[in-house]
């Protein structure tokens, strides 16, 4: 109830606000700095504001309904050019002019907003990594998906191909935090077989902040952070829109998304629809059967931007139908059909979600950044009947409040507030976890200083989680879940320090604490987990993970160099994880058949674990239109407590990419790529569950190119992976021999074979 009042509060005072103050417009050029020759094409934005706009013939750009007050970071990009970054005062009457310098090379200089203060990368001693909307599209099958391609350090667990499930640096399931529209993403992420829902094609951006970050984002941030971002909202007076489809050949998979953007006096508007289908992609063996999916999106935003700030009001559904293979040891996998149908067991996942995200600025120079969001996550098993078997019900209501303070001699402080209420209940036949309430909350305290070329932050934060398990019988009143009443407290601090020795040349370091609370999976399952074909026993005395990690970073660009390498380590006490201990079994009843089965069974327990290694990127430019990517990384994953390494853990990667960009008359944009990527064979495993992991080698290339009909242009792009056909799995598939059945060891299904996607991708609107 005091959500509800507090949300009929808030639109109240957005509806009075709208009309309380003026708005003013900003104007500004863009030139090269050298010839002072104006740019035409630049993209200004001001991710605070939601905002972008691009330059004219005359290098000229304009924001109007701009708040005429507040200091505001500003990005300035331009093909070919140095990118720029400045913090801007509204309130000064100063005329703006950015001057560009050319360069050949890709800067490191991007926005970065998923951290307590919005900064340029190189004053941000966070490590992160920016994935652009152009990088999202392609012949990725979901976001994550398409992240683990472009970004050192991150990976992901895989189930067949349309679920992906986040890993950065070592740490996946619920110690990475996804956010979108502000929200932590509240999926039911702790199970195995359960990917991220998001629309990938929705994405302005995504920022991949890796290290621990529970000083912003409390409990469950301990491995890093994925910052979906939206796209900018059109200047006043424009409409934005965009069309894009591609299909591909292995798996039959076509993607289609449309959406309209406006932007008239203020009041800011978005639409989008995606649709994706795919039937069972193929390996080297053969199709694996019923490993098809297909998944509807629809998004939308209404809202204001106006003197005061902006408030908008974000709403999305999702989703996904994905089928699966229920097979035992010795039955067939593959077969050759490629028949769309989606056949029994299968997966129904809906997810929706309302969130409503504010900032308001105030005359002393303070602002209120304020995200409210409510999630209802249904998860729904058929296993023969349209009637589902497990149907799993989350709701989740979030809060997130930040306050920034006026500048004071330098310091630049923040305060802020979360909390959430999750709310499940089981509404099938079979039942894993019990029905649970979960209530968080937290609040922390940033400082940040800049003097000269040096960026110190320092931050502690507060954390209470309370977990509340319901115990339940079946109907001749044996217990099926005992229940559970935990509550857990933490106090979390963080250090950061970088140093910008030149235009080229720059070192960020960090050192800090974070916590994760167990999740109800762990601490009150009971019952056979099909996905992972285990019984899986939780327990109600666990206790949090701590986890203490320190990073380095050093990063270089100029002429024809750009790179960066950095180092990390996190020791993780009280380490959470399942484990089958002296082979033990649980034999079960099937209620409708009668028949008996047994399945290992996995406990929770709890150990110390030590994370470390190394990640980075080196891009070479001989000339201006060829360059060489590469980027690797590595982590070493070690259970201390029993001197064995810890499971699902990435084996070491090298990407390799030779790019050309050519200047052709006609063409916008060329490029042609060739790549390799080298996956390194993984021998540290946990024996008890897990077989090593041969290493492999991929092929993969691609061409693309925007062509112009009179002023409407066409971006057209053929990419290919795995052009040999490579029989492989992969060290993280769980589909891979041994992570089923440690009875049948050569149980397994091959990773995607040959691919080919041919895409379009058409923008459109007004520019007014």
Not at 66 to 76: A, L, S
Not at 323 to 341: I, K, M, V, W
Not at 376 to 392: A, G, S
Not at 439 to 466: E, H
Request: aromatic letters at 14%; one cysteine or more; proline letters at 4%.
């Amino acid at each position: 109830m005091k959500l509800k009042l507090l949300y009929c509060f808030l639109f109240v005072f957005i509806q009075f606000s709208a009309f309380a103050a003026d708005i003013i417009d900003i104007k500004g050029k863009v030139v090269d700095a050298k010839t002072n020759e104006p740019l035409i094409g630049a993209t200004v934005s001001i991710p605070d504001l939601h905002l972008a706009a691009s330059t004219n013939v005359n290098g000229e750009f304009t924001f109007k309904s701009v708040p005429p007050r507040g200091r505001f970071v500003v990005q300035v990009q331009y093909l070919s050019y140095k990118s720029l970054t400045q913090t801007v005062d509204l309130s000064s009457n100063a005329p703006l002019v950015f001057a560009l310098q050319p360069s050949i090379i890709e800067s490191h200089e991007v926005v970065i907003t998923g951290t307590p203060i919005t900064a340029g990368s190189r004053y941000n001693s966070t490590s992160a990594s920016v994935v652009t909307k152009e990088q999202l599209q392609g012949s990725s099958t979901n976001l994550i998906d398409a992240l683990a391609k472009q970004v050192p350090g991150f990976s992901q667990i895989t189930t067949s191909q349309a679920i992906s499930k986040p890993v950065i640096r070592g740490l996946s399931y619920n110690r990475v935090v996804t956010l979108n529209d502000g929200v932590k993403q509240q999926g039911q992420q702790w199970g195995d077989e359960h990917g991220i829902e998001m629309d990938q094609f929705s994405a302005g951006r995504v920022e991949v902040l890796r290290g621990a970050a529970s000083l912003q984002y409390g409990s469950d941030a301990l491995g890093g952070v994925i910052n979906v971002i939206d796209p900018p909202t059109p200047v006043q007076g424009n409409i934005q829109g965009e069309f894009l489809t591609n299909y591909s050949t292995n798996n039959g998979l076509t993607n289609t998304s449309v959406m309209l953007s406006g932007n008239q006096d203020g009041f800011v508007w978005r639409g989008r629809g995606s649709y994706q289908n795919a039937y069972s992609y193929n390996t080297p063996a053969g199709r694996y059967i019923n490993s098809g999916f297909n998944q509807t999106n629809v998004s939308g935003m209404l809202g204001v931007n106006k003197s005061w700030g902006y408030s908008h009001l974000n709403f999305s559904y999702f989703k996904n139908n994905i089928g699966f293979y229920d097979a035992e040891p010795g039955d067939p996998l593959y077969y050759n059909s490629t028949d769309r149908t989606i056949d029994y067991p299968r997966q129904d996942i809906r997810h929706y979600k309302i969130a409503l995200n504010n900032n308001f600025l105030f005359g002393n120079s303070s602002s209120l950044k304020l995200d409210l969001g409510y999630q209802k996550n249904q998860r729904r098993e058929l296993e023969e009947t349209p009637v589902p078997n497990l149907f799993f019900n989350l709701d989740t209501y979030s809060l997130d409040a930040k306050y920034y303070l006026p500048e004071s001699n330098g310091w630049h402080p923040v305060v802020g507030l979360s909390s959430s209420l999750g709310h499940s209940v089981n509404l099938g036949e079979e039942l894993l976890i019990p029905a649970y309430d979960e209530f968080s909350t937290g609040a922390f305290i940033y400082l940040k200083k800049m003097w000269g070329q040096n960026t110190f932050s320092a931050g502690a934060r507060f954390d209470y989680v309370k977990n509340k398990g319901k115990a339940q019988n079946d109907d001749e009143g044996n217990p099926i879940f005992q229940g559970f009443d935990n509550n857990f407290s933490n106090v979390s601090g963080a250090l950061g320090y970088t140093y910008v020795f030149n235009d080229n040349f720059n070192f960020k370091a960090n050192a800090g604490s974070a916590f994760r609370a167990p999740n109800p999976a762990e601490l009150g399952s009971n019952g056979v987990h099909e996905g992972t074909t285990r019984y899986e026993i939780g327990d109600a005395d666990l206790s949090p993970e701590r986890s203490y990690q320190a990073d380095a970073t050093l990063e270089y660009g100029s002429g024809m160099i750009t790179g960066s390498i950095g180092v990390y380590e996190n020791y993780i006490h009280n380490f959470i994880y399942a484990s089958n201990n002296n082979n033990e079994q649980t034999t079960v009843e099937d209620e409708e058949t009668g028949e008996l089965r047994s399945f290992d069974t996995y406990r929770y327990g709890q150990v110390n674990a030590n994370l470390y290694g190394f990640e980075g990127n080196l891009t070479l430019h001989p000339v201006s239109f060829i360059h060489l990517e590469n980027t690797f990384s590595y982590t070493h994953a070690q259970n201390t407590t029993f001197d064995r390494p810890l499971a699902l853990i990435p084996a070491g990667v090298l990407h390799n990419t030779l790019r050309f960009e050519p200047k052709i008359k006609g063409l916008n944009d060329f490029y042609f790529y060739a790549g390799i990527d080298n996956y390194f064979k993984q021998n540290r495993v946990d024996e008890t569950f897990e077989t090593p992991a041969q290493g492999y080698t991929l092929l993969n290339a691609g061409v693309g190119a925007t062509f112009n009909i009179g002023k409407q242009p066409f971006k057209l792009y053929v990419s290919g992976t795995n052009l040999t056909n490579k029989a492989y799995y992969d060290a993280l598939s769980r589909l891979r021999p041994g992570r089923y059945s440690q009875e049948d060891p050569n149980y397994g299904v091959y990773n995607m074979g040959r691919n080919i996607t041919f895409g379009v991708y058409i923008p459109f609107g007004t520019s007014k």
